[in-house]
């Protein structure tokens, strides 16, 4: 198998005979944001990561699928990661999800919101996706994981952590979160992060503790000089 086209910004994987799942990642909106599809090739039930803008465009990616979406999926609340749920819900039917710490972000939207506190799986066909915990960006942040792909949106980017001084986040928090994820996951695991800010749209976990200070950092003291900028 060829390896992944790295210097593609945008990158649509559903060539049949590949195994594994339907993948898209598209750079979208005026943020550098990604937003994703993942979906089971068999049943044709997808999930969408941080819609927020350019929802046609996952329509049409849907639709080049034959696609049905089961699950709006949210890494946290800010909008350039939710604005895009109500009109893809009510387009497509599927359910949105969202940490329980970061639902408010969805409160005035008239949409119906599921509440996530991290530890669950949920079904797309037979595509388990895996709900992980990860705060310190904000207090809800969640990291969905489907096989060896990690959905990390403003938590990890491919070169950096999220900022931490937006409210509800917190430096602390994004440290143990850290701890946890370079325990929790293999070196290859592959970060897809939530903006496009690094050489690399994704990046193996194990290059990225080789480049990433925020992977790099062994004790607290050092982490906290950081100063992480960029992200919404
Ligand atoms: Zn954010």
Known sequence: MAPPDFSDRETVIDD??????????L??????????LVADPETRKAA??????????ILSVLDRWDA????????????????????????????????????????????????????????????PIEVHSTPGHTAGGLTYQVGHLLFTGDFL?????GRCDFPTGSKETMWASLQWFKK???????????????KTPRLRLGDAKKSNPALSHKAYEEFEKEWFLKAY
Do not use: M, S, W
């Not at 969408?48 to 465009?57: E, K, L, M, S, W």
């Not at 009510?90 to 991290?118: C, K, M």
């Not at 929790?184 to 690094?198: K, S």
């Open 68 to 127: 049905d979406l089961a699950h709006i999926l949210h890494t946290h609340g800010h909008f350039d990661h939710v604005e895009g749920a109500p009109r893809l819900a009510e387009e497509t039917g599927a359910a949105v999800r969202i940490h329980e710490n970061d639902a408010d972000a969805l409160e005035d939207t008239g949409i119906t919101v599921t509440r996530l506190e991290g530890g669950e799986t949920l079904k797309t066909g037979g595509l």
């Open 184 to 198: 929790a996951f293999t070196d290859d695991h592959v970060i897809c992060p939530g903006h496009d800010y690094g």
């Open 27 to 36: 750079r979208l909106g005026p943020h550098e944001n990604f937003v994703y």
């Open 157 to 161: 980017f491919c070169e950096t952590a």
């Open 16 to 25: 049949p005979e590949r195994p594994g799942p339907l993948f898209a990642q």
């Open 48 to 57: 969408c990561i941080d819609p927020a803008f350019g929802v046609d465009r």
